[in-house]
Structures are given as C-alpha cells and as structure tokens.
C-alpha cells in the first residue's frame, strides 16, 4: 500500500476540526473514566470498574485504533471502522453491565 505524506498546511477546516473532534472526545472520555476509576478504587464498587472499561472502550481505543492502523499498519478503512465500531459495541457492553449487572 502505497502511503502520501499529508502536510498540515494542506489539509481542510473540516478534516482539521474532524481530528480535533475525535481527539476532544477520546480525551474527554479518557478523563471521565479515570474519575470512574477512582470511584472505584475509593468505594470498591466493581460497577464503577465496568464504567470506566466501558468509556475507555467507548471513546479512547477507538481513536487509538484509527490512529495506529493509519499510521503504523496497512490497513484498509473497512477493517479499520470494524475494530472502532467492535470497541464501541465492547464499551457500550460493560457500561450496560455496569449499570443492569450483578456485582
């Protein structure tokens, strides 16, 4: 696969506010699962464990998928939104079980 050095004065607003939207919403998530994660930690309660599992999977390794397979792997965008969308529906699981399961 043949890869194009994109320079960043020759990109778009809108691909520029695209990356930066993706980057806001893996960092805002990150941020809100690690004060699940002290939540857990402080209380013990495993749902709060599942909480942060699930935005981590819901908006951090997405971006972290797309950002690995584009730079570093030749790969093709199909099998790249699969493993995002795969994170996703992952994220959602434990946020579901988080809430609804028996801990």
Do not use: K, W
């Amino acid at each position: 696969m043949n890869r194009e050095v994109v320079r960043i004065d020759e990109v778009t607003l809108f691909e520029l506010l695209t990356i930066a939207s993706l980057f806001l919403v893996a960092l805002v998530g990150t941020i809100i699962a690690y004060q699940a994660y002290r939540g857990y930690r402080r209380n013990d309660a495993s749902s709060m464990l599942y909480l942060a599992i699930g935005l981590l999977l819901l908006t951090l390794c997405p971006f972290l998928v797309n950002v690995v397979m584009t730079t570093f792997v030749s790969a093709d965008q199909i099998v790249i939104a699969l493993l995002e969308n795969v994170s996703r529906l992952l994220g959602l699981g434990a946020i579901t079980y988080s809430l609804y399961g028996r801990h």
